[in-house]
Structure formats: structure tokens, C-alpha cells
């Protein structure tokens, strides 16, 4: 299976700044199949961004995601008061599909 | 309004088994592939199972083959798990979510908020 390992474990930022978080696979993920994901406390996943780099319906476009191959990265161009929360990559490539562990963005 | 909701969690013995049911509206159910993604609480997400659009392609992780079955039933608009031989791991909150297409291969777009399972003795 393809394991996705994220980085930081916590980013700590004030709205405005910009966020980059890392999604490494431990091995090329199929047709970049990956795909980013919000999830605040209490609530269910949303997805963000799938293709690696395409962004899913009402995202707004401070959200990007990059990269193929084996890494990938999310870009939070100004971070706003509401996009504080955890965010996970998946690959979607081949089964199973797995999660990285998940990136903490907090002020 | 497109909506997931799924039910059948509680609580149950090592051993044991329950299952878990998902009903999908507001949406062509048949247009997509589903899953079942698990996330202890306070933790992270964990990929369970999942199938294509008609249920002939399905998909495992480690975790769980052998002691789990995922299916659905087009007709009635809904996915189910088979949890068997139940272990203290499961224990976790189970998600029902919708692939952005067919297969089972996906990306989920919608996402249903939980069933509830707890395993203890």
C-alpha cells in the first residue's frame, strides 16, 4: 500500500500568511490521484482539491494544490479566520486508497 | 439537497458483529462509487472499504479484509459494511462517502457525519 506521509505535523500562523503543507508517497501515485481535504472539529471531511491540482466545486482560489510523482503540496495563498483546521491528502491511485496523517493549521 | 446518512453503529463485544448502513438522496446513487471511511476520535482518517457503481469492483484496506463486506442495493439508494469478528481497532467513528466518479478508485465529494461504533468487553 501507498503510504502518504505529511508535513509539518503543525503549522502555527496568523490569518493573512500563507500556508504550504507536504504530501509525500512512498511510492508515484497513479495518474496523480491525490487529493486534499478540510476537516474541522465536529464536522465531516471536505474535499478541497482531487487531480493534485484541481479544486473542487465552490473551493475558493486561495486554495491550490501542486506536485506529481511522489510529492504534492497544498498552498493557502492568505490564510482567512475560517481555514484554521486539519487538512489530510489521499491517494486515490490504487487500492487502498490511503490518508496521510494530517497537517494541524492553527494561530 | 444532496445528503448521506448512515446508521447501525453502537456498541458491541470482541467478536462480534454489526452492520452499518448508509442511505443516499438527492443524487444519482448509481452514478458513483462509495466508501466507508473510519476516524477514531481525535485521530486521524482511515480508508475502510469501497466499491464502483454497480458493486462488482470492491476494495479493502489491510486492516479490515477478511472481516469486512461492503455492497449496495441501487434500487433502495444505499451502501452497507459488514463488520465481523469484531476487534477492539474498530472502534472509531464510520463516514459514508461518495466518490466523484463511477469506480471505485475516487476522490469523495460528499460526505455523510457518522455512525458511531465502539467495541469493548
Known amino acids: 500500500e501507498i503510504v502518504l506521509t505529511q508535513s509539518p505535523g503543525t503549522l502555527s500562523l496568523s490569518p493573512g500568511e500563507r500556508a504550504t503543507l507536504s504530501c509525500r508517497a512512498s511510492?508515484?501515485?497513479?495518474?496523480?490521484?491525490l487529493a486534499w481535504y478540510q476537516q474541522k472539529p465536529g464536522q465531516a471531511p471536505r474535499l478541497l482539491i482531487h487531480?493534485?491540482?484541481r479544486r473542487a466545486t465552490g473551493v475558493p482560489d486561495r486554495f491550490s494544490g501542486s506536485g506529481s510523482g511522489t510529492d504534492f503540496t497544498l498552498t493557502i495563498s492568505r490564510l482567512e479566520p475560517e481555514d484554521f483546521a486539519v487538512f489530510y491528502c489521499?491517494?486515490?491511485?490504487?487500492?487502498?486508497?490511503?490518508f496521510g496523517g494530517g497537517t494541524k493549521v492553527d494561530i | 439537497e444532496v445528503q448521506l446518512v448512515e446508521s447501525g453503529g453502537g456498541a458491541a463485544r470482541p467478536g462480534g458483529s454489526l452492520r452499518l448502513s448508509c442511505v443516499a438522496s438527492?443524487?444519482?446513487?448509481?452514478?458513483?462509487?462509495m466508501s466507508w471511511v473510519r476516524q477514531v476520535p481525535g485521530k486521524g482518517l482511515e480508508w475502510v472499504a469501497g466499491?464502483?457503481?454497480?458493486?462488482?469492483?470492491?476494495g479493502y484496506a489491510d486492516s479490515v479484509k477478511g472481516r469486512v463486506s461492503v455492497y449496495r442495493d441501487n434500487a433502495k439508494n444505499s451502501l452497507y459494511l459488514q463488520l465481523d469478528i469484531l476487534i477492539d481497532e474498530d472502534t472509531a467513528l464510520y463516514h459514508c462517502a461518495r466518490g466523484r466518479g463511477y469506480g471505485l478508485r475516487n476522490g469523495f465529494d460528499i460526505w455523510g457525519q457518522g455512525t458511531m461504533v465502539t467495541v469493548s468487553s
Open positions: 438527492g443524487f444519482k446513487f448509481e452514478d458513483h462509487g
Open positions: 489521499q491517494q486515490y491511485g490504487s487500492s487502498p486508497l490511503t
Open positions: 511510492q508515484n501515485v497513479t495518474n496523480n490521484y
Open positions: 466499491l464502483n457503481w454497480n458493486g462488482d469492483t470492491t
Open positions: 487531480g493534485a491540482s
